[in-house]
């Protein structure tokens, strides 16, 4: 959980935090010791205590800047941690006093539950399940963020190592000590090597005395004790100069320890800066300073040395006092021996001294000569030692180098030719600030959401990234900005860089995931350069009408592509979850603060994803409409008045004002099903529905069904007859000719058939059947009729005569007009028959009326067996089993079983009254198999049924289970009862009906172990007293408790005094918790320190390679040049060693020539990578060029890896 109410001031140094606008001791805030508040350094910081709503103590000192008005954030729960959320729950319930019903409801309720309190207001407060589900989310949400929680270990470990950098500033002031006492000692080196040179000059003199060694042997008696001499004043002179410069190292060593120790102290206080949480970091800095007092008490002692090396130093000088007084005796008695020398020398010619001759050596002060013969002086020996100090340490490989920053820029390694990692950028950064120079140049990280919004140029809002800087492209300035999520976003400058925000263009999205539709974009506003791309709407309730979507509801979930070009350059196409294709385009020119669209138009066939229930005069815009019966303006009702379901389809003609609507119906009866009617709308009117007849709907309506061509064969038992068709076969190719229709002749002679309407739904069917011939001998004309099923028809023949041919009659005529011609017999003039015929027996001629026999004057006519006198049935009959004459009334014993039936559900009423008997067999009943007994009233429909269920084991028992439903339409059956017998007594009921008991529980007249009330014994057998309790029941009490009326000491409730007297209101805000929502939205702002890349930048090119490298080859290649040893790594194909290496077509997009491209390597923990290849603009070798090509490598998918291509527009050139 988190508290985030308020504002607070953080004052550096101080551990008191000042709020604004908080209630941190409020307990249902759940702000308690123990707690961590996120300071605005991002550094984490636990509460030692609460003292107030607006006071807080902290365990340790703020070490931050001072800030105030920073947004509250403390973080109220920590893995494991029930107590916040029973305080929490404990100050929510005593916010309460609501009734059992209303605690109920919130107990049990899955959403906000509003609460009466006694006062008559209301509260509104969050479930009890949604307060566990929020506690048990931020539990994991800790589990799932230790890194976050380790950091502060890590800060920890920081300042550690800040501590160690001041020991070993420490160590550096010993080491400059030790340097300063090696360049004295280098000094006094230089001062001998001087004396040493002087030395070979008089012995270079002496040598030149050879000539006569006994004026040799006495010079070099004299030069030795004159050496010896010189010597002695030259070790004396040092030891002095010794002594002088052990005491300036003295007191240089003292200084530095000085210095070391303000070092140590500034350094500590780095340390303490780092991370105040690390108490280790002050006892580091402690241990500095006591390592600078250490060098300090060295530098004593050092100083105790210079001062012993004094003394001896003045004794020296007494000896050499006492050898110059030997050395001047000696040089008396030399003096003579000199002057010889000097005789002899001037007698012999001498030589100036080179490499390979003996002789006298000069002496030259130059400190660009080149002789051999010359030796240098002391000034050059010190010119030349100058030099040297001047110089770089070979063995401090830069160290000594005191600004490398401008080293760096000298020798031209500056951000204008690497990629520099500038870290992270300030947290109110704005990116039009970031341009093309040298203080922006390099990669940037934005590790959280704060401030990373549009109104920041970010190129979207909340966008956690990293930023790239280039001095390059259009007016050498760019920007590309890689989000965490995948989507690449590019710019450039619009303008030459005006030194502090730009011309920027707008950003342009060139690879990754789609962006995320929320309920404050209206579509209508998504154009622009900026908008460019794919946007995606994952939620089910976002799409509307209001927000000028095609589609409104869960099915209109989808893709919207916004697309460059089209009417007035651009293009909307929105793709619903269905497969529905919508597109627009703009009707005006862009204008972003008025944009102006043509009307969405669907294209593909899917149907609209929803019921259509309006007036279908309504519908113009084309697709497809599913319609229901509420639907008005159809072109066809059901029984009850509602228009018959259906599908419409609305098609709209290129002048946007006809519209044709085609409905085809969906209904399941059989003249229902399949009816096809259109209409069409012009002049501002629509036309009457019309049907489409097909061979289905012509019968049905008008019982055509078309003609056919000539048959090949026709079978008159088997032929389907369609009413209304014309048919036409040859007489020979007919088979199955029915009796009667005698045809004479059978030849080729075409038949015609003529069928008629159809007969209802029956198979009767009535036709003309004639020969078309001239020929009048063979022509025939007959009249069918069929009835039955194919195969087994009765065919009824009927031939009809023609006028103009005689005629052969076979059955008795009557002509009521009379015949002309002439008539054979007395057939004119005839009153009786010529020949009498009889009837029944009984001569009749026509003359007057018979009788027949068995028939009387009445007309009842005699009749067999007992007819005409029954008064019962001749043969009896017997009804369900009981014998049945006719003389009296039977009773029917049994109920006959009407068959298996499927179990009633919801409010579905039985058909039939009275009593029935069933068959249950697998059919929605309590057992498998069973009879079901079902009554029902006749008057008052109220209706019950008995279940009796069959085991499936012969011999078992099977359960009896009854239920029933009241007497209105809108009753629902109840639950099944069964019904327990002695097989299937009640749980825990035996067949006696006592119910089974453990223990003495049956039998009991005490408990069978006592047990103790308020510490008194108690096993039923007696009565007892509780301690504090009389007999009348009034307990005794302390305190004011017997007589109270309010709280002897007034207390608080959430702030708010309370003593009992009288009721109080506590504000519905008190009752606050975070949602998952702002938990995350907070949660958003931070990034995981592992998530961080480590960026390597190389600082040369690669080189190398084979032509047309396989994929696993170039992985290999990489590798050897270390692209896989860092999260992050860059290269640049270089133009002369990569003229020889290429990849072969594993991109699918062609073969691709590294030189002078752009190879970058982003490698995740556990081992997964992907490669962006960003090409040339120019290929020698041919090749894809001017693209960005991505391999993305997971070892957990299949595939594993993937090359993605992104190509932009080709622009200017530029030499």
């Known amino acids: ?539 089910s309730t976002l799409a509307s009408l209001a927000l000028h979507y095609p589609e409104a509801g869960s099915y209109a979930q989808g893709v919207l592509e916004v697309l460059k070009g089209g009417g007035f350059s651009y293009t909307q196409r929105y793709t619903t979850r269905r497969g529905n294709m919508y597109v627009r385009c703009l009707a005006a020119n862009w204008d972003a603060s008025n944009p102006q669209w043509e009307p969405w138009l669907r294209i593909g066939s899917q149907t609209a994803s929803s019921f259509y229930d309006g007036d279908l005069n309504d519908l113009t815009d084309p697709g497809i409409y599913s319609v229901t019966g509420k639907a008005s303006n159809g072109p066809l009702l059901d029984s009850s008045g509602a228009t018959l379901l259906g599908v419409l389809e609305v098609i709209r003609r290129f002048d946007y004002v006809a519209v044709l609507q085609r409905y085809t119906t969906t209904g399941t009866g059989t003249t229902t099903k399949g009816r096809s009617y259109e209409r069409v709308y012009t002049a501002s009117s629509w036309s009457e529905w019309r049907e489409v007849y097909t061979s289905y709907s012509l019968p049905l309506n008008l019982g055509i069904g078309g003609a056919a061509a000539k048959l090949t064969s026709l079978d008159w038992q088997t032929y389907d007859f369609v009413p209304g068709s014309l048919i036409t076969v040859r007489l020979d190719n007919m088979t199955n000719i029915p009796d009667g229709m005698d045809w004479g002749v059978i030849d080729g002679n075409l038949i015609n058939i003529s069928v008629g309407p159809s007969d209802d739904s029956g198979t009767g069917r009535s036709m003309h059947v004639w020969r078309s011939t001239v020929s009048k001998a063979n022509y025939r004309f007959f009249m069918v009729r069929i009835s039955g099923n194919p195969g087994s028809r009765t065919i009824t023949t009927r031939r009809v005569p023609i006028i103009d041919e005689a005629q052969t009659w076979s059955a008795h005529q009557t002509f009521s007009g009379g015949l002309g011609g002439e008539l054979s017999g007395n057939a004119a003039t005839a009153t009786k028959l010529q020949t009498a015929r009889t009837i029944g027996g009984v001569s009749f001629d026509g003359t007057a009326n018979i009788n027949l026999p068995g028939v009387n004057a009445a007309g009842n006519q005699n009749t067999t067996g007992n007819a005409a006198t029954a008064t019962k049935l001749q043969t009896a009959r017997t009804i369900n089993g009981v014998s049945f004459n006719g003389s009296a009334n039977i009773s029917i014993p049994t109920i006959t079983s009407r068959g298996r039936v499927t179990a009633l559900t919801g409010t579905t009423q039985g058909a039939a009254t009275g009593l029935q008997m069933y068959e249950a067999y697998n059919n929605g009943y309590p057992s498998d198999y069973g009879n079901v007994l079902h009554l029902k009233g006749a008057t008052a429909v109220g209706e019950g049924e008995l279940f009796i269920g069959w085991s499936g084991t012969s011999g078992a028992h099977a359960p009896v289970h009854v239920r029933s439903r009241r007497d209105t339409d809108t009753a629902s059956w109840s639950e099944w009862a069964q019904v327990y017998t002695s097989k299937d007594s009640i749980p825990g009921v035996n067949a006696t009906g006592n119910q089974n008991t453990t223990g003495n529980a049956a039998s009991a007249t005490k408990l069978q172990t006592a047990r103790t009330i308020g510490g008194v014994s108690f096993n039923g057998t007696a009565n007892i007293n509780l301690p504090g309790v009389n007999i009348a029941g009034n307990q005794n009490t302390t305190g004011n408790a017997a007589t109270a009326t309010k709280l002897q000491t007034a207390r608080k409730i959430a702030g708010v005094a309370f003593d009992g007297s009288a009721d109080i209101t506590l504000t519905a805000t008190n009752v606050n918790a975070y949602t998952k929502t702002e938990v995350t939205n907070l949660l958003s702002s931070y990034v995981k320190s592992t998530a961080l890349p480590s960026m390597t930048v190389r600082t040369s090119s690669v080189s190398g390679g084979d032509m047309g490298m396989s994929l696993s080859a170039f992985i290999s290649h990489l590798r050897s040049n270390g692209a896989f040893s860092k999260s992050y790594w860059i290269g640049f194909g270089d133009a002369m060693g990569f003229n020889a290496g290429s990849i072969n077509n594993i991109t699918g997009f062609g073969a691709v020539e590294l030189a002078e491209s752009i190879i970058e390597v982003f490698n995740l923990p556990n081992g997964d990578y992907t490669i962006r290849l960003t090409t040339s603009h120019k290929a020698d070798y041919g090749g894809v060029t001017n693209a960005i090509l991505v391999y993305h490598y997971r070892s957990n998918r299949s595939p594993s890896g993937q090359w993605l291509k992104f190509a932009g527009t080709v622009g200017a050139t530029s030499n």
């Open 1 to 539: 959980m988190w508290y985030r109410e308020g504002t607070i001031t953080f004052t550096q140094g101080s551990n008191t935090l000042v709020g604004v606008g908080t209630a941190w001791n409020v307990t249902a805030n759940g702000v308690l010791p123990g707690m961590i508040v996120i300071g605005p350094d991002n550094k984490l910081y636990e509460i030692k205590r609460v003292t107030s709503d607006t006071n807080i103590v902290l365990s340790e000192p703020y070490t931050g800047e001072t800030q105030s008005e920073v947004p509250c954030r403390i973080i109220t729960t920590y893995e494991g941690d029930l107590t916040q959320f029973s305080a929490r729950f404990t100050a929510l319930m005593s916010r309460m006093s609501a009734d059992s019903k209303s605690m109920r409801s919130w107990l049990t309720a899955l959403d906000e539950v509003t609460i009466e309190r006694e006062d008559g207001t209301e509260v509104t407060v969050k479930p009890l399940m949604q307060i566990v589900n929020e506690h048990n989310e931020n539990v994991e949400w800790y589990k799932n963020n230790t890194d976050a929680i380790d950091a502060a270990g890590d800060k920890a470990r920081e300042a550690a190592a800040s501590a160690a950098a001041a020991a070993e500033s420490a160590s550096v002031a010993g080491e400059k000590a030790t340097q300063a006492s090696q360049s004295a000692q280098a000094a006094a080196s230089s001062q001998s090597a001087a004396s040493a040179s002087e030395s070979a000059s008089r012995v270079s003199e002496t040598n030149a005395e050879l000539a006569k060694e006994a004026a040799a042997q006495s010079e070099a008696i004299a030069s030795s004790a004159a050496a010896a001499a010189n010597e002695k004043a030259i070790e004396a002179t040092n030891q002095a100069t010794t002594a002088k410069n052990y005491a300036l190292e003295a007191k240089s060593s003292e200084l530095n320890a000085k210095a070391s120790e303000d070092n140590a102290a500034s350094s500590m206080a780095a340390a303490a800066e780092s991370a105040s949480s690390a108490s280790s970091s002050e006892s580091s800095a402690s241990a500095s300073k006591d390592e600078a007092a250490r060098q300090a008490s060295e530098a004593a002692g050092s100083a105790v040395i210079a001062s012993t090396k004094a003394t001896e130093a003045e004794g020296s000088a007494t000896a050499a006092s006492q050898s110059k007084t030997a050395a001047e005796s000696a040089a008396i008695r030399a003096e003579a021996a000199a002057d010889r020398a000097e005789e002899i020398a001037g007698a012999v010619a001498m030589e100036d001294a080179s490499l390979t001759t003996k002789g006298v050596v000069k002496l030259s002060s130059a400190v660009d000569s080149t002789s051999e013969s010359l030796a240098a002086t002391p000034k050059a020996v010190k010119a030349a030692n100058d030099n040297a100090n001047s110089r770089l340490a070979k063995n401090q490989n830069g160290a000594d180098i005191q600004d490398k920053s401008a080293f760096l820029d000298n020798v031209g390694v500056t951000s204008l030719t690497f990629m520099k990692n500038n870290g992270e950028m300030p947290v109110d950064a704005d990116l039009n600030a970031f341009g093309p120079v040298e203080a922006y140049l390099g990669v940037w990280s934005k590790s959280t959401s704060t401030n990373a919004t549009p109104e920041k140029n970010f190129p979207e809002d909340g966008a956690v990234g990293v930023l790239e800087v280039f001095n390059g492209g259009n007016f050498s300035g760019m920007q590309r900005y890689t989000t965490r999520t995948g989507n690449v976003y590019m710019r450039n400058l619009s303008g030459t860089w005006n030194g502090s925000d730009g011309p920027w263009s707008v950003w342009r999205n060139v690879q990754g995931t789609a962006r995320t539709l929320d309920d404050s974009m209206d579509l209508d506003f998504l154009a622009g350069e900026d908008n460019l791309g794919t946007w995606r709407n994952s939620s």
